[in-house]
């Protein structure tokens, strides 16, 4: 699903340049929940920031789904990430004036589908995560869990291939992180949902099937879960993350 060839992103003048990401190639297949780690400036965010188009490789490409990101003209970056990318936020990001079925539905409606079909795929997507019987309140009206739900059916309405999580849980407490991560599984796992996250939080990232290390812009290491249970698979990940250097506690 998604091809990352050999990028690099550079950032400064001839003077004082520095390298963000430094070759980083890495392939993702169809219905995966990958992790990316790494510390402050490992290029872990400006990594996802270019597969997001929010930012442009220097050098390399990037194809999701056979097409190439970096290739794509400006014009069409916004129709490109509502119909191919979804976002989950540690925040929601729901707008208070409109019903959690307008907040799901809010891509399709901006790609101009037809209103039947909005409504069906609202339904469609908010009857596997739950949330069918609250699709007429607003989110004033609702639980922060009921939110998070709300929030990924939105990411996930359009069918979109990715999604995308930069620091989920950053600002949540241990409770509610807890409940977003086993909701994005359910979605990897019950819906197919291909997720990529990117986190400080090794706990966190043992809910996925993969981990990806970055070190200086550079891909460092790369764990895969197999069939070993979350607790097992935790620990491996703080076992890598001691050998990126510096103490685990500011990376984790």
């Known amino acids: 699903m998604l091809q990352v060839r050999n990028i690099e992103k550079y950032y400064g003048s001839k003077n004082n340049v520095t390298k963000a990401l430094d070759r980083v190639s890495f392939e993702v ?4 929940f990958i992790a990316i780690m790494g510390a402050s400036g490992s290029g872990k965010t400006t990594l996802l920031n270019c597969i997001s188009t ?132 359910q979605m990897n796992q019950n819906m197919g949902a291909t997720i990529l996250m990117v986190t400080h939080d090794a706990y966190s990232a043992s809910y996925a099937k993969r981990v990806l290390f970055l070190k200086d812009g550079r891909l460092f290491n790369e764990l895969l879960r197999g069939e070993r249970n979350r607790s097992v698979f935790y620990h491996e990940i703080l076992d890598v993350l001691a050998l990126l250097g510096g103490d685990v506690s500011d990376v984790i």
């Open 29 to 32: 297949a169809d219905g995966e």
């Open 54 to 185: 929010i930012d442009t490789v220097s050098a390399g490409d990037i194809l999701l789904d056979g097409e190439s990101i970096a290739e794509l003209p400006v014009s069409e970056l916004a129709k490109f990430r509502r119909e191919k990318l979804g976002f989950v936020f540690q925040d929601f990001n729901l707008l208070d004036t409109m019903t959690l079925e307008e907040n799901i539905g809010l891509a399709l409606t901006l790609n101009h589908t037809d209103p039947k079909t909005v409504q069906k795929q609202v339904q469609n997507v908010a009857a596997q995560l739950g949330i069918v019987d609250i699709l007429g309140k607003f989110p004033y009206q609702v639980s922060g869990g009921q939110k998070q739900r709300a929030a990924c059916a939105r990411a996930m309405v359009a069918g979109q291939s990715l999604l995308l999580a930069d620091e989920p849980t950053g600002a949540l407490d241990s409770s509610a992180s807890k409940n977003l991560l086993e909701i994005m599984t």
